[in-house]
């Protein structure tokens, strides 16, 4: 078993959180599977309302990606507006980041508003996400 000290891990900033959000946003907004990627680390767990999704491989982050853009498209979604909401300290070098997501699609709501929680790291080249509990669009 491998014991990986995290207590030399960087705190997250407010300011980092709320890049860290913009940079997802903007991942889908223009398309871009590379940033998703520097958001992200593997393995991957996204709860939904459907259930878990367990993402081990970049191949299965990448189809993931497609399936989220597919939706976007099909809403025709102009921007998505995240809002932090909390940042909490876990202690064990790990944060728990609470936003809020607005999808907006000509100006207007496309869906209601809803809330998602990550867990965050900052690696020290950036946070990133090990988790994410996200209801998603209704």
Do not use: H
Not at 25 to 41: A, H, T
């Amino acid at each position: 078993m491998i014991v990986w000290d995290q207590t030399r891990l960087p705190r997250i900033s407010q300011e980092e959180f709320i890049d860290f959000l913009d940079r997802i946003s903007i991942s889908f907004i223009e398309s871009d599977f590379s940033m998703w990627c520097d958001c992200v680390s593997l393995p991957f767990s996204l709860i939904k309302t459907q259930g878990p999704v367990a993402i081990a491989t970049t191949r299965e982050l990448e189809e993931n990606f497609g399936q989220c853009l597919q939706t976007y498209r099909i809403m025709a979604l102009d921007r998505i507006i995240r809002t932090p909401i909390a940042l909490e300290d876990c202690n064990d070098s790990t944060w728990i980041g609470t936003f809020s997501t607005r999808l907006i699609s000509r100006n207007l709501l496309a869906a209601p508003p809803y809330t998602s929680s990550v867990i965050l790291t900052n690696t020290g080249q950036g946070v990133r996400m090990s988790a994410m509990l996200n209801p998603g669009p209704r």
